[in-house]
């Protein structure tokens, strides 16, 4: 009963977090072309503030707080999303300019090109469908359409390609963005088919077919919706739609509401839709492995349109799909789950559940048969952590093993820093100077060293793991030069790695992180006067949108944090868990009530409360 007081109280002393202004989309009731122009009604009377003023407007609408988070300029034709970016660009000093090859600045790319409405205003200044880009890329784009390509001429370095169209009736020139912008780029069309339907149809434009309602072709607007379909909504672009709509004074509808695409373009969902669509048959694992597995089933199918299924894991939503398969990662070795899947549709509809299934993960076997170093962690005034990992399969006891340093990767190791105690198979051992505040590696099996000079190495420096007096492992470069990696960086040994190795290749066997981090370890490092507390504070995330109609985002503000999420109803079910992530994560298909979402960072929580209507 305590329990259950404690989550009430949580649940009326939260607040909702909204930023689509109470309602702005009041009007918006209609289906088909009727709501397309009941849109254009709400968003045409932007302000105005000319082409210079985009550089302002980027200032706030294009800065890197989702990927790198180091306030950069997000560049859509150079973005890395899942490793170091190829180039960064500074607001200010990286603004064209002129260029000769990537990376040299970065301008306005209109993704409807000025040439289809002669380069007038309003349109050649709008934020809304001009984001910046790197410049030489840019001019390669040049007034091509976006589209998918057949065969590449030229790929960037981020991994768009310009190249010969495959799609379906066009076969000139396109330009196909990477994945993860796709559907950003497909918002920004649907935004200017919209934002100026009154003219649309006198522009002259590859994808357009000359009319203000469809305004695309067939083929590239079954392409765009695609797109937009595959590569949903990201925090990246609500904090743009909200940075441009103080500064312009209009919103990109498709943003807030992503449902409006299929309303409009796909002829809209019969307010009488109450069908769900049939129940997903045939569901069955394969590729079982110690930690994932993949999941396959036949299609559902319903009266209007099926749109994707849930997973779910132990009776815990799991992840959304739009094919009939999905990879489950993230699984513990040895262990039994089970699984069953639900169809939805574009009403919001869901199947009953598919038949369950039990499956056990593989057992782990290693070939591993020695400790290594998993983890190096350099910050600011030669303060360093070290990480040691066993996977041999049993507990492992540390007794002969020496941490020993090599300055500037010649002469003679150092006398060491001798290990003691037992790792536990899958454990770590860390060992920190004692500079460091334990904020750094709270959540960790540690262990304090004295102050020592054996402690103080930086990127010139060799670290070895000795046992018995042999290396085992190695980080840096020793006997022969100095490290091949820069001082106060992190090191994270790459799972495909084979440990441990007496020889050490930065490239094939260590992931590198461009600042210190403790992400694994807690939090970031410095001197003492820099190190941040592992506290959790109501600002750390927010939910958007609060109130939903089922489908929400939940955002964190720090990117070099780790958190785990779990949703419960207010009767105290548990119904979406996900854990270990430092990115947006996206619910879906919620069913009305209201919810307590419970964020977590260490061993510090925060609940607030959600409504869905």
């Known amino acids: 009963m305590k329990i259950r007081l404690q989550l009430l109280t949580l649940m009326f002393s939260a607040?909702?977090?909204?930023?689509?202004?109470?309602?702005?989309?009041?009007?918006?009731?209609?289906?088909?072309?009727?709501?397309?122009?009941?849109?254009?009604?709400?968003?045409?009377?932007?302000t105005d503030k000319g082409y210079a003023g985009l550089w302002t407007t980027y200032a706030t609408s294009d800065r890197d707080n989702q990927y790198e988070n180091d306030n950069s300029i997000i560049d859509i034709y150079s973005e890395n999303p899942t490793g170091v970016d190829p180039y960064k660009f500074t607001l200010n000093t990286n603004q064209c300019g002129t260029y000769s090859v990537e990376g040299n600045c970065y301008n306005r790319e209109h993704i409807v090109p000025q040439s289809s409405f002669n380069a007038v205003a309003p349109m050649v200044s709008d934020a809304h469908h001009?984001?910046?880009?790197?410049?030489?890329?840019?001019?390669?784009r040049s007034d091509y359409p976006h589209g998918n390509v057949a065969t590449a001429s030229t790929t960037t370095r981020n991994g768009g390609k310009l190249g010969t169209s495959a799609v379906s009736g066009y076969t000139g020139t396109v330009f196909e963005p990477i994945n993860e912008f796709k559907g950003d780029i497909a918002r920004m069309y649907f935004y200017f088919a919209t934002r100026y339907e009154n003219s649309v149809a006198t522009y002259s434009f590859e994808m357009f077919n000359g009319t203000s309602n469809q305004v695309f072709t067939t083929a590239f607007l079954n392409m765009l919706k695609t797109w937009h379909a595959n590569d949903p909504v990201s925090a990246r672009e609500i904090a743009r739609n909200n940075a441009i709509y103080a500064r312009q004074g209009n919103r990109n509808p498709y943003i807030d509401h992503p449902e409006y695409v299929n309303m409009i373009w796909g002829g809209g969902v019969p307010a009488s839709d109450t069908q769900a669509p049939?129940?997903?048959?045939?569901?069955?694992?394969?590729?079982?492995?110690?930690?994932?597995?993949?999941?396959?089933?036949?299609?559902?199918?319903?009266?209007v349109r099926v749109t994707g299924y849930d997973v779910y894991t132990n009776g815990v939503f799991k992840t959304s799909v739009t094919s009939t398969s999905a990879s489950i990662t993230a699984l513990t070795s040895g262990t039994?789950?089970?699984?069953?899947?639900?169809?939805?549709?574009?009403a919001g509809n869901l199947s009953a559940n598919s038949t369950t299934i039990n499956t056990t993960t593989t057992a782990p076997t290693s070939s591993v048969t020695e400790l290594y170093f998993s983890e190096y962690l350099e910050g600011s005034s030669n303060n360093k952590a070290l990480e040691i990992a066993?996977?041999?399969g049993a507990s492992k006891s540390l007794t002969g093993y020496v941490i020993k340093k090599q300055s500037n990767g010649a002469g003679a190791w150092s006398t060491g820093i001798t290990l003691s105690g037992t790792i536990s198979n899958n454990g770590k051992y860390v060992i920190v100077n004692s500079l460091i505040s334990s904020a750094c590696y709270a959540t960790t099996t540690a262990n304090l060293s004295t102050t020592s000079t054996d402690m103080t190495f930086n990127g010139n420096d060799a670290i070895g793991l000795f046992k018995n007096g042999v290396l085992?492992?190695?980080?840096?470069?020793?006997?022969?030069?100095t490290a091949n990696f820069?001082?106060?960086?992190?090191?994270?040994?790459?799972?495909?790695?084979?440990?441990?190795?007496?020889?050490f290749n930065i490239t094939t066997d260590w992931d590198v992180l461009a600042m210190d981090t403790c992400t694994g370890f807690g939090n970031k490092m410095?001197?003492?006067?820099?190190?941040?507390?592992?506290?959790?504070?109501?600002?750390?995330?927010?939910?958007?949108?609060?109130?939903?109609?089922?489908?929400?985002?939940?955002?964190?503000?720090?990117?070099?944090?780790?958190?785990?999420?779990?949703?419960?109803?207010l009767i105290g079910q548990k119904v979406f868990e996900k854990e270990n992530t430092n990115s947006t994560v996206s619910v879906s298909n919620l069913q009305k009530g209201i919810y307590l979402i419970k964020v977590a960072k260490g061993n510090e929580s925060i609940t607030k409360k959600m409504i869905i209507n």
């Open 486 to 503: 820069a001082i106060d960086q992190t090191l994270r040994r790459k799972t495909t790695a084979t440990v441990p190795k007496a020889t």
């Open 278 to 303: 049939t129940v997903p048959a045939n569901l069955v694992a394969s590729s079982i492995t110690t930690t994932s597995l993949s999941l396959s089933w036949a299609a559902s199918t319903d009266n």
């Open 526 to 569: 410095g001197n003492a006067s820099e190190i941040k507390e592992t506290t959790l504070s109501r600002n750390d995330f927010n939910i958007y949108p609060n109130p939903s109609k089922g489908n929400f985002n939940i955002n964190f503000s720090d990117s070099n944090e780790i958190y785990s999420v779990e949703i419960y109803s």
């Open 390 to 392: 066993n996977a041999t």
């Open 472 to 481: 085992i492992d190695v980080i840096g470069t020793f006997n022969g030069g």
């Open 336 to 346: 039994a789950y089970s699984f069953y899947v639900k169809a939805k549709d574009a």
């Open 15 to 46: 607040f909702a977090f909204a930023q689509i202004p109470t309602g702005y989309y009041s009007t918006a009731t209609g289906t088909g072309y009727t709501l397309k122009t009941q849109l254009y009604n709400k968003i045409k009377a932007h």
């Open 130 to 140: 001009i984001p910046p880009t790197d410049g030489k890329v840019n001019g390669l």
